[in-house]
């Protein structure tokens, strides 16, 4: 199967048209001989299946949405590639939230009423979240977040809302605890940021740490908008052992690189963070030096190992992203490759839930639902390439490995694999008791 570079998937989106699909059909036998092939009646004459794309092109996300809307697009050419899906071809159909809560819900309001899709996908910062999440309960439209926040585990959600593609916070902090406080020290001032994301940390990460005899000694909180760091240093107290950090948004560079200035090249606390702060970020960024020999949790490692599986591999060809984590384009052009492989996974569960369903139109998207709620384990693969996943239908979360990795050399290098098992915890709702 060919693979596509990232000039040709920056032409899939207008590709994936009405038209397109239609004389893509039209193939007949060419079609059902392709790769996962589903017939599906009067299959030649139906209109691609609709699915709303809700993404951050600007606002404090656009660095994740451009990525989003990047890997979006290669896995929607796959899909259409493969068959489609029930034998329909798919259209990405794309809207701007800007970041913006009050934004996403009309956004959420406008895919569903104006554009007629069938669902609605690919939200990440958890404040838009919580703002549109409501509204897709009100529609009836079928919503799936690539978020990472515990909104959706939590139970503050509502039965249209799941996030199959990506691991929650708190998943991803238990599993970091343990290795932190026996490796790194128990005295920890976190520094996040102060909206759902970062307090989802503040409140995750204390607990999780508490469990393991530690402590956090402060917490700073750092509006998300903010654009220098040093005024909030001096506030990390003397006996701080680990520095915990978490940042996003446009001024991540800065932080890093004002972080190192306060320190200097004195003696420091142990470093660990989470991959945000350095997301779309090089490494090798002169004044970065100091993340020398410091830690970072990632979704998915950013470098490619030696011995990457060949999931893996065709993964990264797909999306157009080298084995720096850059996009082969433009060796300067980082890619957020700890979270956009979210985007890919959810819409291969889309994919698989709208098979299992025989999913036909609207009329169908409680069956899609139900069907995605039976989901359990996901196996490692092309569909699932950053690794084995177990789906919670209860409370529709998904849970997968979590990486440590060090930077040495100006590139991060795994150095701990922590298991599924890590990561899990109690049931705090159950979804599927509710009514739709």
């Known amino acids: 199967m060919s693979s596509t570079t990232a000039p040709q ?18 193939g007949g036998a060419a079609l059902a001989a392709a790769p996962g092939f589903v017939p599906y009646i009067q299959a030649q004459s139906s209109a691609p299946l609709k699915l709303g794309f809700q993404v951050h ?10 990525w989003y809307d990047r890997v979006t697009t290669a896995a929607a050419a796959l899909i259409n590639e493969e068959g489609g899906i029930n034998g329909r071809m798919i259209e990405i159909v794309t809207e701007d939230d800007g970041t913006d809560p009050k934004r996403g819900a009309e956004v959420v309001e406008k895919l569903a009423s104006q554009h007629g899709c069938d669902l609605a996908f690919g939200t990440l910062f958890s404040h838009v979240v919580m703002g549109s999440s409501p509204r897709a309960g009100e529609l009836k439209l079928p919503y799936f977040v690539v978020s990472e926040g515990h909104h959706v585990a939590s139970g503050k959600l509502n039965r249209y809302t799941l996030q199959p593609g990506i691991t929650d916070v708190k998943s991803q902090v238990r599993a970091m605890a343990p290795w932190v406080s026996q490796n790194l020290g128990k005295k920890v001032t976190m520094i996040f940021p102060d909206y759902a994301f970062g307090h989802d940390h503040r409140d995750f990460f204390s607990e999780a740490i508490a469990a393991q005899g530690g402590e956090v000694i402060e917490k700073i909180a750092i509006p998300p908008t903010e654009s220098s760091f040093t005024r909030y240093f001096p506030r990390i107290p003397r006996d701080t052992e680990v520095i915990y950090h978490v940042m996003v948004g446009p001024g991540v560079l800065t932080f890093v690189k004002e972080l190192g200035e306060f320190y200097g090249s004195g003696a420091r606390p142990q470093i660990f963070g989470f991959i945000d702060s350095l997301e779309a970020v090089d490494i090798a960024t002169p004044g970065l030096e100091f993340l020398e020999g410091t830690y970072f949790w990632e979704g998915m490692p950013r470098y490619a190992p030696a011995d990457a599986p060949e999931y893996e591999t065709f993964y990264r060809e797909r999306v157009g992203v080298d084995a720096n984590g850059a996009s082969v384009s433009d060796s300067k052009d980082i890619s957020t490759y700890a979270h956009m492989f979210g985007c890919w996974e959810t819409l291969h569960v889309i994919k698989a839930g709208m098979e299992a369903a025989g999913y036909q139109g609207p009329d169908d998207r409680v069956k899609l639902i139900e069907a995605v709620e039976a989901m359990t384990t996901m196996p490692a693969g092309r569909a699932h390439p950053q690794g084995d996943k177990v789906f919670n239908g209860k409370t529709h979360q998904v849970f997968g490995h979590q990486y440590i990795s060090q930077v040495a050399d100006a590139k991060l290098s795994v150095v701990h694999t922590a298991s599924i098992e890590d990561g899990m915890y109690p049931d705090e709702t159950d979804y599927t008791a509710q009514p739709f």
């Open 57 to 66: 092109r600007t606002g404090i996300g656009a660095a994740y949405g451009r």
């Open 9 to 26: 998937a920056q032409k899939v989106r207008s590709a994936i048209t009405r038209r397109t699909a239609l004389k893509g059909l039209a």
